[in-house]
Each structure stands twice: as structure tokens, then as C-alpha cells.
């Protein structure tokens, strides 16, 4: 009885967290809403007036396909880089690996105000300032932990008896990467790519060091319409943006979820099969 209590007084008060947490970033959603000049909750009447600013205003639109298109590259090196990283870290046998490991996740530590300054000083001198090489490079470098984090997780779990039979059996270490490794770690991967995806669309810190007239990013420009003038329009992004996040984990944890029963599908009818024989 006192286990039950316990344990429906923990799921009570991570409820209460959650919810405490969630509440804040859910008003968002009806001040977006608001037909108001000024960011107000609750909304006096309903109108999808900055929905349609936002998309007739070029600067939002020019801003968010920016912030879309480095947001994909970072992915997408991140997850290369990450995915070499992991291997190299869990299956190979490499001198100096906690100090490797530590430079590989130090962006998780140093505050993004150094890094963005340090990246402003560099690539000032590189003329990489306002280009979507110097964002895709920094985000990258941001990115990167998130990937390594996920994948690890992924290989530790993965029987490295399976990859030996696939390797006696003929098959080069490549293609027991793609058709044996990869499709067992790939929920890792694409959850490391997912966070890399997102970091990079949301990372405002150091975009502010490298933005300029050329070239301003999504979360730049919601800021500057935070910043230098009450704009509700930001509540109207803010909004599309927290639903791609939650529709992007929901199909996420789904997919996840469709692997987990499929291979106990798989599981079951093994053992069945080897019973009957």
C-alpha cells in the first residue's frame, strides 16, 4: 500500500512539474490569436490578423527560410560527424578517449556568449560573418554532443555479435554499417539528428554575433521584434514553431514505438518457430 501511495504521489507531483513548466510557453498559443496591437493575454477578440503578417511581411518569410536552410545543413553534418564520432568512440580503440570525449561535448558546458564571440573574432577575419557557411560551422559545433549523446546510447545496445556474423559471413566493414549497424541504431540517429535539427533552428545566442542585414535568422528576428518593437507577430512563429517541435517528437516516440513492437513481433514469432521445431 505505502509502494502505490509513493509511487502515485511521485507521478502526481512530476505532473504538477510538468505542467508548471508547459503552462507558461502553452499561453503563447491564444495571445497569437489576438487581434491586439500589443502582446496581451487573455486575447480580447479572436483573429488570425499576425498569422497573415506573417506570412505577406518578406523579412519573416526571408528569415525563416534562412533559418530553415542552415537548420538542415547542421542537421545533416551533425549527424554525419556524430555518427563517425560514436563509432569511433564505442567500436574503435583510440588513445586519449576521455579527453576526446570531453572536447566533443564541451559545447554542452562553454556558454554560448563565448563561443558566439570567439566565432564573431574568427570568422570576421574569414569573412564568414552573415553566410550560411559560418551558421551551418557553429551550429555544427553546437549540434554535434547531442548526436554523440544519442548515437553512443544506441551502440552500447547494440550486440556487437550480430556485426561479427555479418563480417565472417563476407561483408566489408561498410556494409555492416549500413545494412546491419545503421538500421538497428537509426531511432538514435534520427533522434540525434531531431535535437541537432532544433538546436539549430532555436539557437539565438550566437546567431545575434554573426547575423547582419545580409543574412538574419528566424530567432534573431523574433528577438529584434521582442527587442526593438512589440511585435505579435512573434507569437504567431512562436506558435508554428512549438507545433513542428511537438508534432516532430510525438512522430518520433511513434516511430520508436512501431520498432519496439515489431521486433517483440519478430521476438515472439522466433521463439514460436524454434518451439515447433
Not at 5 to 21: D, K, M, Q
Request: proline fraction near 5%; hydrophobic fraction near 55%.
Amino acid at each position: 500500500m505505502t509502494k502505490i501511495l509513493t509511487r502515485a504521489g511521485l507521478a502526481i507531483l512530476a505532473a504538477l512539474i510538468g505542467v508548471y513548466l508547459i503552462l507558461p510557453v502553452l499561453i503563447v498559443v491564444p495571445m497569437s490569436f489576438s487581434d491586439s496591437s500589443f502582446l496581451t493575454f487573455p486575447p480580447g477578440e479572436l483573429s488570425l490578423r499576425w498569422f497573415r503578417n506573417l506570412v505577406e511581411d518578406p523579412v519573416w518569410i526571408g528569415s525563416a527560410l534562412a533559418s530553415l536552410k542552415v537548420a538542415l545543413l547542421s542537421a545533416v553534418s551533425s549527424v554525419v560527424l556524430g555518427v563517425l564520432a560514436s563509432l569511433a568512440l564505442v567500436r574503435g580503440r583510440m588513445p586519449f578517449r576521455n579527453t576526446i570525449i570531453a572536447i566533443l561535448l564541451a559545447p554542452l558546458i562553454v556558454p554560448y556568449v563565448i563561443i558566439g564571440l570567439a566565432s564573431y573574432i574568427v570568422f570576421l577575419q574569414l569573412g564568414l560573418t552573415q553566410t550560411t557557411l559560418g551558421f551551418v560551422l557553429v551550429h555544427t559545433c553546437l549540434a554535434v554532443p547531442y548526436v554523440v549523446i544519442n548515437v553512443v546510447a544506441g551502440l552500447v545496445s547494440v550486440d556487437r555479435r550480430v556485426e561479427m556474423a555479418a563480417m565472417s559471413l563476407g561483408a566489408g566493414p561498410v556494409t555492416t554499417f549500413f545494412q546491419v549497424t545503421l538500421p538497428l541504431i537509426l531511432p538514435s540517429v534520427l533522434s540525434g539528428g531531431l535535437f541537432a535539427f532544433f538546436i539549430s533552428w532555436d539557437e539565438v545566442v550566437t546567431a545575434i554575433f554573426l547575423s547582419g542585414p545580409e543574412l538574419t535568422t528566424l530567432p534573431v528576428q523574433m528577438w529584434s521584434g521582442i527587442r526593438v518593437q512589440i511585435d505579435p507577430t512573434v507569437a504567431a512563429i512562436s506558435t508554428i514553431v512549438m507545433l513542428v517541435i511537438f508534432g516532430s517528437f510525438i512522430v518520433l516516440g511513434l516511430t520508436r514505438l512501431i520498432r519496439q513492437l515489431a521486433h517483440r513481433r519478430s521476438a515472439t514469432n522466433s521463439s514460436a518457430t524454434n518451439t515447433g521445431a
